[in-house]
């Protein structure tokens, strides 16, 4: 009947009348080659309403609302029946943004898609957030790569940019910053690790008493950065005072003058008593 260019009110009509028992991977096929899966929306729907989990029916379904632009982010993010890979790929052409939320919504099995879409499209604050919500080590391995091309470096640095402005400062959850931090002390990047520490540490967010993360400030910037390390010293009060300044004038370092501004802060009254409550609640 499409061959022929039958009236399409038949063509449904016969379809509904068919209902299940009508091949959906076939029907969808011969359709789509033929430019006519709208044509099948009120027979995809019907199969959808009486309990279809098929991933055909929603795969089709979803072309055709992504076609149509009939909520069709709202779709991806909710159904749960459509294959990831299979929109993904179709939004590409349409929308890079729409083929984005398709293969995040694989939990990782679309990563690689997933990264080559953001780049070639610029997504570095979708790639960044996502990255940062994932905290898998092996995906911040992947896109902090330091090796490639001209175009691969100056991805893997937008993509930094974004997770140092706006990815992870925004977070309030604990194991994200973490996961992160790991990250680019595992890709060895000092630098931007310092920048990244003072976001977080020096700029007010729920972060910014953390002792583990002030600590690993002035260290960072103790074998990276000594310019910076001074400030620090006098910016923060939650780090852990003697074990760094130890550190601080080694041999290896000898920051004499910082180790003992480290030793005369924690000297004080209040940073001694501090101290010895710490102990008492040992």
């Known amino acids: 009947l499409l061959e022929l260019d039958a009236n399409e009110d038949l063509i449904k009509k016969i379809l509904m009348s068919v209902g299940t028992a009508c091949p959906v991977d076939e029907m969808v096929e011969i359709a789509e080659t033929r430019n006519r899966l709208r044509l099948l929306q009120p027979w995809l729907e019907n199969r959808v309403a009486t309990g279809s989990t098929e991933p055909a029916t929603h795969n089709a379904l979803g072309k055709i609302y992504i076609t149509l632009n009939k909520d069709s982010k709202q779709f991806l993010l909710n159904n749960m029946f459509y294959e990831p890979a299979v929109l993904g790929k179709f939004c590409e052409s349409l929308d890079p943004s729409l083929a984005f939320v398709a293969y995040k919504k694989a939990n990782g099995d ?36 330091k090796s490639g091309d001209d175009t691969e470096k100056a991805e893997t640095r937008a993509l930094i940019d974004q997770v140092v402005e706006w990815a992870l400062p925004e977070s309030t959850n604990a194991d994200e910053v973490s996961a992160t931090v790991k990250a680019f002390l595992a890709a060895d990047l000092p630098g931007e690790l310092i920048t990244l520490l003072e976001r977080i540490v020096l700029q007010g967010s729920e972060f910014s008493e953390n002792r583990n993360l002030q600590n690993l400030l002035i260290l960072t910037a103790i074998r990276a950065d000594a310019s910076k390390v001074m400030d620090y010293i006098d910016r923060l009060d939650q780090f852990d005072g003697p074990e760094i300044a130890k550190i601080a004038i080694s041999e290896q370092h000898e920051l004499f003058e910082e180790g003992f501004a480290i030793y005369n802060k924690f000297s004080k009254v209040e940073f001694t008593s501090d101290r010895d409550v710490r102990v008492e609640m040992q």
């Open 110 to 145: 679309c990563d690689e898609d997933l990264i080559r879409v953001t780049n070639q499209h610029q997504l570095y604050r979708e790639l960044a957030r996502y990255c940062v919500e994932r905290q898998d080590a092996e995906l911040w391995e992947r896109v902090l790569q």
